[in-house]
């Protein structure tokens, strides 16, 4: 299962910053895209769940798919310290799920 | 319970013994998964059950490894003859049909 990239990282931002996160996928199959937030020594908890291409806004988070260049974006609006954690993306045919490696975030106050 | 059961959280074994490791998912959920995530590292896909089919079974590491699976509910992962290079956490997920999947909090296996 590696038809899901993504850069692990790690990226630092300040405080306030707007954060970009991204992955590209290869299987045209996929449907359904998430986004999973992994603290330290935790498992992932689901964070945006969107269908086919659009955007989705879930308050300070928006998740947009564009499957015509197979891209998976998570924008962060007015990064928190909390935030930091590792983010992983993932995509669904409707088979199985297939995971990015995940990156890194670190949000500095 | 709620959410994605696992048991035991934590795990030290000697090095050639096996292990067992139990994951209790979301009642109703049909799919089920095994990851592994070594220290500092991504999701290392495993194992998958789809309700009554033949799981995928194309991301075990070695025939150490087999997973079980009994109907829908609870699950478990065997690793036999455990190397050092087995340490890592054990994430289970589990999923309604083919929508989000939900994860327990992981089995933290170290061979020593």
């Known amino acids: 299962q590696k038809e899901v990239e993504q850069d692990p990282g790690p990226l630092s931002v300040p405080e306030g910053a707007i954060v970009s996160l991204n992955c590209t996928y290869s299987?045209?199959?996929?449907?359904?895209f998430m986004w999973y937030r992994q603290y330290s020594r935790k498992g992932p908890e689901l964070l945006m769940y969107?269908?086919?291409?659009g955007n989705k806004e879930d308050g300070r988070f928006t998740a947009q798919v564009d499957k015509s260049s197979k891209y998976i974006s998570l924008f962060i609006r007015d990064s928190q310290p909390s935030d930091s954690a590792t983010y992983l993306c993932?995509?669904?045919?409707?088979?199985?799920?297939?995971f990015g490696k995940g990156t890194s975030l670190l949000v500095t106050p | 319970g709620a959410g994605v059961s696992q048991s035991p959280s934590n795990k030290v074994t000697e090095k050639g013994k096996d292990v067992e490791l139990r994951c209790d998912p979301i009642?109703?959920?049909?799919?089920l998964y095994w990851y592994r995530q070594r220290l500092g590292q991504g999701l290392e896909f495993l194992i998958y059950?789809?309700?009554?089919?033949?799981?995928?079974k194309s991301g075990l590491p070695s025939d150490r490894f087999s997973a079980e699976r009994t109907g829908e509910s609870v699950s478990t992962l065997t690793i036999q003859r455990t190397q050092q290079e087995d340490s890592a956490v054990y994430l289970c997920?589990?999923?309604?049909?083919?929508?989000?999947?939900?994860f327990g909090q992981g089995t933290r296996l170290t061979v020593v």
């Open positions: 993932a995509a669904d045919s409707g088979y199985a799920l297939n």
């Open positions: 299987n045209s199959a996929f449907q359904y």
């Open positions: 969107t269908y086919s291409s």
């Open positions: 997920a589990s999923s309604p049909q083919v929508t989000e999947a939900f």
């Open positions: 059950f789809q309700g009554n089919s033949a799981p995928d």
């Open positions: 009642s109703g959920h049909t799919a």
